[in-house]
T-cell receptor, first 112, second 112 residues
Framework: DGGITQSPKYLFRKEGQNVTLSCEQN?????MYWYRQDPGQGLRLIYY???????QKGDIAEGYSVSREKKESFPLTVTSAQKNPTAFYLC???????????FGQGTRLTVV | GNSVTQMEGPVTLSEEAFLTINCTYT??????LFWYVQYPGEGLQLLLK?????DKGSNKGFEATYRKETTSFHLEKGSVQVSDSAVYFC???????????FGAGTQVVVTP
């Protein structure tokens, strides 16, 4: 079945550590997105990519980095520069503005 | 810029009650409008969509009509079930690739 797979489901980060969240899709979608979800704030866009080897900053890109070396993969790195990384992270992909965006199951990141 | 405003939750209802969640938006151009649902600990799933003015989206007993004159896309269901307990997000896109702007989400709790 086609879909988006995020891993791991739970992730713990120590202070000063970089961690990478995985996102893989087999839907053949060109566009992929990373969102951050905090309680009561909806989803905020971190980064997005509409084509391989190209990506754009979203509304809250500071402290994060991404790569898009393959169409299927869009990993997100939470760097030590992100001062408040504890959140639920969601990856999504889409075809165009009139179609459904597909979401992964999310990764819950906690700073310990 | 684009923005989505939806009513604050939690909304608590008894089973078989009528549900309305208000959603209004501001957008440049002609947005496509969506309602997504999130069950605890999961990603988002598309509930319904409307891509032009006066379109009505419907799914699983939920309905919403794209009202350009009032810039609204209110979600309704005539008789809710306990299984409808979730967080509901109103969203829009004006981007050709489908980059979404979300409201803050409304938690709905349905009691037996």
């Amino acid at each position: 079945d086609g879909g988006i797979t995020q891993s791991p489901k739970y992730l713990f980060r120590k202070e000063g550590q970089n961690v990478t969240l995985s996102c893989e899709q087999n839907l053949n979608h060109d566009a992929m997105y990373w969102y951050r979800q905090d309680p009561g704030q909806g989803l905020r866009l971190i980064y997005y990519s509409q084509i391989v080897n190209d990506f754009q900053k979203g509304d809250i890109a500071e402290g994060y980095s991404v790569s898009r070396e393959k169409k299927e993969s869009f990993p997100l790195t939470v760097t030590s520069a992100q001062k408040n990384p504890t959140a639920f992270y969601l990856c999504a992909s889409n075809v165009n503005k009139n179609t459904e965006a597909f979401f992964g199951q999310g990764t819950r990141l906690t700073v310990v | 810029g684009n923005s989505v405003t939806q009513m604050e939750g939690p909304v608590t209802l008894s089973e078989e009650a009528f549900l309305t969640i208000n959603c209004t938006y501001t957008a440049t151009g002609y947005p496509s409008l969506f309602w997504y649902v999130q069950y605890p600990g999961e990603g988002l799933q598309l509930l319904l969509k409307a891509t032009k003015a006066d379109d009505k989206g419907s799914n699983k007993g939920f309905e919403a009509t794209y009202r350009k004159e009032t810039t609204s896309f209110h979600l309704e269901k005539g008789s809710v079930q306990v299984s409808d307990s979730a967080v509901y997000f109103c969203a829009l896109t004006t981007d050709s690739w489908g980059k979404l702007q979300f409201g803050a989400g409304t938690q709905v709790v349905v009691t037996p």
